[in-house]
């Protein structure tokens, strides 16, 4: 058995000679990567400009990732100029502190004593020289427990101006890379976007072949080396490998991520001396086999609870350093927008949870700050009587004694003098501002259901079991995991150096086995690429959900080898909604033929639903996306539009009222390097879909459409022709702007949850098991509750598991070259 979970794959960029070469032969390689000596040769001559220096590149992971992240951050002086603030602001950090402890004299500051030689009259005063100490004072005041923190303080710092010594060389060559090989300067970065940059790194694999093992490099590619790890990680919160909601008495469940936490994990299982992968591309060939299984997961238990161990050992130095830092960094926020603690920001897991596999950072930003202002509204309607009663009434007496203090102060500012007299104004402001967070704005309308629609349409993923209860407290309460008041999110990033070692050894180290049986059975192995997470693949026929699917799509895909194994299906829809943002964000992806068709079938089935809104509306899952996304003001006219029957929404018409609806201040940004998706407008969504079809209908008679009734597949559309010029959105109306990216992925959420809430309700009235309702359905037990995934095998089926495994485990099952 343990052949079935073998792979034959050998690490990218192995030859020994691939730094001078003046030609080289370049072998045709079957999927095993393995030379064959009797094919014949193509001869590939490297050129001689300087842009061979990138031909053969060993490790393309890291050289992608810096790449993506040079470009974000605008270049080498942007990045040097910020780690050398960094450095000076870490140095300033353990001076100041050290200045405070031992060089000020705060018996003198508060006038407990007096200094020498000083005449106690009711004019003098004391100023900050009388407080601070002499050099000799200062060294006296020194201890050794603080010489220890600035001795760690010191080499920690050491080790940081090495790594950035060492990234400054790296990030040269990036740049050498960007000047010479994409004809980039770095004053154009902030004008370029990455679908400009991916496409320039495309063309040069072309004439330079960076990777040796393939000719071309796709979109698909870039974004597996540079978020491998990344993808890794949202398969495992998704399936509940990785144990993050926890029990707490008195309060419930609880959701508890912070970078510290995510920091040990990463290092645990990817990137660290000891982590499963042999490199950055390649999983330890001992993770594929099945009777290696208990071993390896009893030598990860141990990592774990080392790592643990070593966390709490050096848990009162971070934590030190967490308060303080936090000190300096809230302390000026604080002073600058008082109730900035009562804002609200998305939690860390809520960026996990939310975010789509094969997405990039900028990408996801976008999308949440997108979702941001609904989320905020849709938590502000919710207020306790009791806290709101109580809030005004302090609120009043606060801001009373407050305005009486101001007025004296302005009258004589000598008031100021009197003892905690401006510490006093410092506090009823302060407590002023927290009042205010608890206070309802009185112009606000309880719609927590239209606001909850208008979340989902923007951050695409919200449980089932919140549907029609949004104005429940426990769905309140849920929402607030993954959207929290940035004072929940300073406290945890405090109690995070005690709370990140208790996980580490009492929960995470028990779930060691689960993760080993995840690496061996959701790890596919990619031609060029390497060893990557199966569901980053997106494979909907593998790692799709049968309710995800739309209905004339559902059949086909329904079948014993994608529905039947358990635990093989994702949470959510994340397969399918992951699908579609690719596919919109790189619109000259060519897809596979799965991948394809359920696309297809998608804009089919919205084009049946928009052909037959004139007859039904109440059980239209089209109707009811568009209804909710024109609540939110965005759509407007264009929607309306688009509720008429086919022969009187013309598509020119939709473009232009689209584009008078659209075409606002909102959609314009600052850089282009922050812009997701395409410049190009939308392509591959609903909203593509519906605009076409538009089109066409005016092409015939008027009261007729070239979209009849029936699953009609349009033949540009077809599975067997889909491509770049054909799928992705090549329409003939007017082109759209680049905010509708966001709209169309918006639509095509808001229609793929409509259709899988109706796939759900037909599910729970029918006897079938074909069609099971997969996903969160919202038993008791907490948030996001989802179907237990057990990846370990019973005691007595070890065999027949790994059978049932054994195709996720096949090389190159969407990627392979024809």
């Not at 299906?569 to 068709?597: C, R, V, Y």
Request: negative net charge; aromatic residues 12%; glycine residues 6%.
């Amino acid at each position: 058995m343990s052949q079935n979970f073998q792979t034959n794959y050998q690490p990218l960029g192995g030859a020994s000679d691939r730094d001078v070469i003046p030609t080289e032969v370049d072998v045709e390689r079957d999927d095993d990567l393995s030379p064959d000596t009797h094919t014949s040769m193509v001869f590939h001559v490297v050129p001689k400009s300087s842009k061979s220096r990138w031909n053969h590149l060993e490790d393309l992971d890291s050289f992608f990732t810096r790449v993506y992240q040079y470009h974000q951050n605008h270049g080498l002086l942007c990045m040097m100029l910020q780690q050398i603030f960094e450095l000076a602001q870490f140095i300033f950090i353990i001076v100041f502190t050290s200045f405070l402890f031992t060089c000020v004299d705060y018996d003198i500051l508060f006038r407990n004593k007096f200094p020498p030689d000083f005449n106690v009259t009711l004019t003098d005063k004391i100023t900050l020289p009388d407080a601070i100490r002499t050099h000799d004072q200062c060294m006296e005041h020194y201890t050794w427990k603080m010489v220890i923190v600035i001795l760690l303080a010191s080499v920690f710092w050491v080790l940081r101006l090495f790594h950035a010594g060492f990234t400054f060389f790296q990030f040269w060559e990036i740049k050498l890379f960007f000047n010479k090989a994409l004809g980039i300067h770095d004053q154009e970065l902030g004008n370029i976007t990455w679908e400009e940059v991916e496409q320039r790194v495309m063309d040069v694999q072309v004439e330079q072949r960076m990777c040796i093992h393939k000719e071309v490099l796709t979109e698909l590619d870039i974004y597996h080396r540079i978020l491998r790890f990344t993808n890794y990680f949202i398969a495992m919160v998704n399936k509940e490998i990785i144990p993050l909601k926890f029990e707490v008495p008195f309060n419930g469940e609880m959701v508890f991520l912070t970078k510290g936490l995510r920091f040990n994990i990463e290092m645990l299982l990817f990137w660290g001396p000891w982590a499963p992968f042999k490199n950055n591309w390649h999983l330890s060939d001992e993770y594929k086999r099945l009777e290696k299984r208990h071993e390896l997961a009893e030598q990860l238990n141990k990592r774990f609870l080392y790592t643990g161990i070593a966390n709490l050992v050096l848990f009162p130095f971070v934590l030190i350093f967490q308060i303080l830092y936090s000190f300096f960094y809230y302390a000026e926020m604080i002073k600058r927008e008082p109730g900035s603690l009562g804002s609200r920001r998305w939690s860390h897991y809520g960026e996990v949870y939310l975010r789509h596999f094969n997405e990039l950072d900028h990408e996801m930003t976008a999308r949440l700050n997108r979702g941001y202002k609904a989320a905020t509204q849709y938590m502000n309607i919710f207020s306790s009587p009791v806290l709101a009663i109580v809030a005004k009434h302090m609120a009043f007496a606060c801001g009373a004694v407050f305005a009486v203090l101001a007025a004296l102060s302005v009258y004589d500012e000598d008031v100021l003098q009197v003892e905690h007299v401006l510490t006093f104004m410092t506090v009823m402001g302060a407590v002023l501002a927290g009042c205010r967070v608890f206070i309802p704005d009185e112009n606000l309308v309880f719609c927590p259901e239209l606001l909850l629609r208008r979340v989902l349409a923007e951050v695409h993923y919200l449980p089932d079991h919140w549907r029609e209860k949004a104005h429940t407290s426990r769905v309140r309460q849920e929402f607030s995991q993954l959207f929290q008041y940035r004072a929940v999110h300073m406290l945890e990033e405090l109690v995070s150096p005690i709370v990140t070692p208790l996980i580490l050894i009492f929960r995470l180290r028990f779930k060691a086995l689960d993760i080993v049986d995840f690496y061996r059975n959701f790890t596919v192995e990619v031609v060029g690429v390497g060893d990557v997470c199966s569901f980053a693949q997106m494979d909907v026929r593998r790692h799709g959900s049968p309710t995800w699917q739309p209905d004339i799509l559902s059949e086909d895909l329904n079948q014993p080898d994608s529905s039947s194994k358990p635990g093989m299906t994702t949470d959510g829809g994340k397969t399918e909604l992951s699908l579609i943002h690719f596919t919109m964000t790189n619109p000259k992806w060519t897809p596979p033929q799965e991948s394809s068709a359920f696309i297809t079938a998608l804009r089919t089935q919205a084009q049946r639903d928009m052909n037959a809104l004139p007859t039904v509306q109440e059980e239209n899952a089209l109707f009811s996306s568009l209804n909710s996304l024109s609540c939110d003001g965005g759509l407007g006219m264009a929607a309306t539009s688009l509720f008429r029957p086919p022969w009187m929404a013309t598509g020119p018409q939709v473009g232009a009222q689209l584009q008078q609806s659209f075409w606002s201040p909102r959609g314009l940004r600052g850089g282009m390097s922050h812009v997701e998706g395409s410049r190009h407008g939308p392509s591959g969504g609903i909203l593509s879909s519906i605009q076409q079809m538009g089109q066409s209908s005016v092409e015939g008679p008027i009261g007729t459409s070239s979209i009849t009734s029936g699953p009609i597949i349009d033949p540009v559309l077809a599975p067997s022709t889909i491509g770049p010029s054909s799928m992705m959105g090549r329409s003939l109306g007017p082109p759209m702007p680049q905010d509708l990216t966001a709209v169309d992925m918006s639509l095509s959420t808001l229609y793929l949850h409509e259709l899988h809430q109706r796939h759900r309700h037909r599910a729970m009235y029918t006897d079938t098991p074909q069609n099971p309702p997969s996903g969160p359905q919202g038993p008791p037990g907490g948030a996001f509750h989802t179907v237990p995934f057990h990846s370990g095998p019973p005691p007595d089926s070890g065999a027949a598991l790994s059978v049932s495994f054994q195709q996720a485990q096949e090389k190159t099952p969407l990627l392979a070259e024809p």
